[in-house]
Nanobody, 126 residues
Framework: QMQLAESGGGLVQAGGSLRLSCAASGRTFSMITMAWFRQAPGKEREFVAGINRSAARTSYADSVKGRFTISRDNAKNTLFLQMNMLKPNDTAVYYC???????????????????WGQGTQVTVSS
């Protein structure tokens, strides 16, 4: 089992930046694909960005390409999401997730992820 804890959310004006962190417990972190998802009120949870275990491969939703950057520090069991040029429609609860079945592929489906954090709220004001 692996436990995940997000931090770094908050209130920011449009055009601003935030950096989310996700601290993972256990030895599994460095071996598996990790991702960020988000869920806005009344909407389904959606894929934001993913990174494989070596960080050699990343994947982004079209809506965040060029603005968000996912990274990881396997020595510190920590996942990051740098969010720049934030927009009001980026407002959501952001979750980090781990896929226990692979360290190479990056799935865009929330159903493929086994470990989830509690989420951190990001609110972008216009």
């Amino acid at each position: 089992q692996m436990q995940l804890a997000e931090s770094g959310g908050g209130l920011v004006q449009a055009g601003g930046s935030l950096r989310l962190s996700c601290a993972a417990s256990g030895r599994t972190f460095s071996m598996i694909t990790m991702a960020w998802f988000r869920q806005a009120p009344g909407k389904e949870r959606e894929f934001v960005a993913g990174i494989n275990r070596s960080a050699a491969r990343t994947s982004y939703a079209d809506s965040v390409k060029g603005r968000f950057t996912i990274s990881r520090d396997n020595a510190k069991n920590t996942l990051f999401l740098q969010m720049n040029m934030l927009k009001p429609n980026d407002t959501a609860v952001y979750y980090c997730a781990g896929d226990a079945h692979t360290g190479v592929a990056i799935s865009l489906s929330r159903r493929d992820y086994d470990y989830w954090g509690q989420g951190t709220q990001v609110t972008v004001s216009s």
